[in-house]
T-cell receptor, first 110, second 115 residues
């Protein structure tokens, strides 16, 4: 069964605004990872957050993890046109299986 | 340090032909994963290999699909007797260790079109 599910499916915001994407999952995980995919390209790893961590930062990215709610969020601050892409969460369970969600398509408007 | 390389980038096959997709992991990475992506969908896990061993092939169809990662050379995903439903983007990723504990680095993908 699918593990990570992103919400919303699509998001359009003005350049400079913050973008928040959420990911919910169903079973226990070892870690959760966020990836970005530009159209027609491979995935780029953004952040890995372990199950015993609550928050992680990387530049303009902030990821939170709430294991009690089985959810994670990815916040992109001060968005730029180059942030336009699809964003996927991927969960890794004890069997070392990585399961990807269907992604959130983010569009930054000029 | 070159990233994950995949070739070909685009592959067109007629129904019934064979498709052979190659993946060279990042230098120092011994774990290789293959995924399939349909348009507007996320990635679906297919198979996980380490050098000369298939660790987990639970996501790969039992018929027509096979994968290998020889001691020397790239990992190969082979699809025999392709059908239209095999049309998709196939991505390879590599990591230093277990994917559950390490970031995966993805190649640019091979887009397979079956006519």
């Amino acid at each position: 069964s699918q593990q990570g599910e992103e919400d919303p499916q699509a998001l359009s915001i003005q350049e400079g605004e913050n973008a928040t994407m959420n990911c919910s999952y169903k079973t226990s995980i070892n870690n959760l990872q966020w990836y970005r995919q530009n159209s027609g390209r491979g995935l780029v790893h953004l952040i890995l957050i372990r199950s015993n961590e609550r928050e992680k930062h990387s530049g303009r990215l902030r990821v939170t993890l709430d294991t009690s709610k089985k959810s994670s969020s990815l916040l992109i601050t001060a968005s730029r046109a180059a942030d336009t892409a699809s964003y996927f969460c991927a969960t890794a369970n004890r069997d070392d299986k990585i399961i990807f969600g269907k992604g959130t398509r983010l569009h930054i408007l000029p | 340090n070159a990233g994950v390389m995949q070739n070909p980038r685009h592959l067109v096959r007629r129904r019934g032909q064979e498709a052979r997709l190659r993946c060279s992991p990042m230098k120092g990475h011994s774990h290789v994963y293959w995924y399939r992506q349909l348009p507007e969908e996320g990635l679906k896990f297919m198979v996980y290999l380490q050098k000369e061993n298939i660790i987990d092939e639970s996501g790969m169809p039992k018929e027509r699909f096979s994968a290998e990662f020889p001691k020397e050379g790239p990992s190969i995903l082979r699809i025999q007797q392709v059908v239209r439903g095999d049309s998709a983007a196939y991505f390879c990723a590599s990591s230093q260790g277990l994917a559950a504990q390490n970031a995966q680095y993805f190649g640019p993908g091979t887009r397979l079109l079956v006519l």
